[in-house]
């Protein structure tokens, strides 16, 4: 006798989803701008015109379409566009590796407080405790402790929206734990990691993947503060975040290093945001044969 899985499965509705993600016009538009910041991130060591860190002190403040600056230049006569090329690779490996951590520790913790309920009692108190701070406030005290670094940006960001995580898994948990294949696995006495890692975790992985897209903006963003901040990745790295408070004291003499590298991290949000937006509904199991 087989348990038959009646939850909502990502293989078996993959072009359902892609026909939904099609069809709204916002979530290719953030597809569209994703992509772009992706190619813009790998391909930067190729397309960058200049040496990211090259100081050149006779072109400092170089308006946009300069002397073969695109961009411009900053008070250093270094390139704008390189550098930002660069900060968008730096602001795109802070997300993507501090969603792994978020998604590594809090979806097991996740997992055991939803299921097993004398353990909910423990990881939910901690998990409050640390909600009780500010995600940014959080991840900055936690990068001041451990030190101004790119993996330590890494780690303080990734370590504040465990609890975030942790919080969506376990209501996942809770609500899928309550159907009827899960309770057959139960009468079968199949173990609870069985059930949590056959039944349970994949019927979460929809709910996990849109959390990813929610998280990894906010994370850009306060990967940029860290570094506006001091606390974050460290000169001669660029990064958007140095960008931003290096241009800040000559802002009058070249506006367009603050507003280049501010677009940057709005788009990188904006694009995120709409396409997390359009994989909800199409992973929505109530949208499946609208």
């Avoid at 499965?9 to 910041?37: C, E, F, P």
């Avoid at 961009?71 to 270094?78: I, P, S, W």
């Avoid at 290093?257 to 929505?284: E, K, S």
Wanted: with cysteine; hydrophobic share 50%; glycine share 10%.
């Amino acid at each position: 006798m087989t348990v038959v899985e009646s939850g909502h499965d990502l293989g078996s509705n993959r072009g359902q989803i892609w026909k939904s993600l099609r069809s709204s016009t916002l979530g290719m538009v953030g597809a569209g701008i994703l992509m772009l910041m992706a190619a813009a991130a790998i391909l930067a060591p190729l397309v960058a015109p200049h040496p990211p860190t090259h100081v050149n002190f006779g072109l400092s403040y170089q308006p946009p379409l300069t002397r073969g600056y695109v961009l411009g230049t900053d008070d250093l006569g270094r390139d704008i566009l390189s550098r930002m090329l660069y900060g968008i690779r730096v602001s795109l490996q802070v997300g993507v590796l501090s969603v792994a951590i978020a998604v590594v520790v809090g979806v097991p913790l996740g997992l055991l407080a939803g299921y097993w309920r004398w353990l909910d009692g423990i990881i939910s108190r901690l998990t409050d405790l640390m909600l009780a701070f500010p995600f940014l406030i959080l991840a900055v005290g936690l990068a001041a402790i451990n030190g101004p670094s790119l993996n330590n940006a890494v780690i303080a960001l990734g370590v504040a929206q465990i609890p975030i995580m942790l919080r969506v898994v376990r209501g996942e948990t809770l609500r899928i734990k309550a159907s009827d294949f899960v309770t057959s696995a139960e009468a079968m006495n199949a173990s609870g990691l069985r059930i949590m890692g056959q039944h349970v975790l994949p019927n979460c992985t929809s709910a996990i993947i849109v959390q990813a897209t929610v998280i990894i903006p906010v994370v850009v963003i306060g990967e940029a503060l860290l570094s506006f901040l001091g606390i974050g990745v460290q000169p001669p790295t660029p990064s958007l975040g140095i960008m931003l408070s290096d241009a800040q004291q000559y802002i009058s003499q070249s506006p367009t290093a603050a507003i280049f590298p501010g677009t940057a991290i709005v788009l990188i949000c904006l694009g995120f945001n709409l396409f997390g937006d359009a994989l909800r509904d199409a992973l929505d199991p109530s949208n499946a044969n609208t």
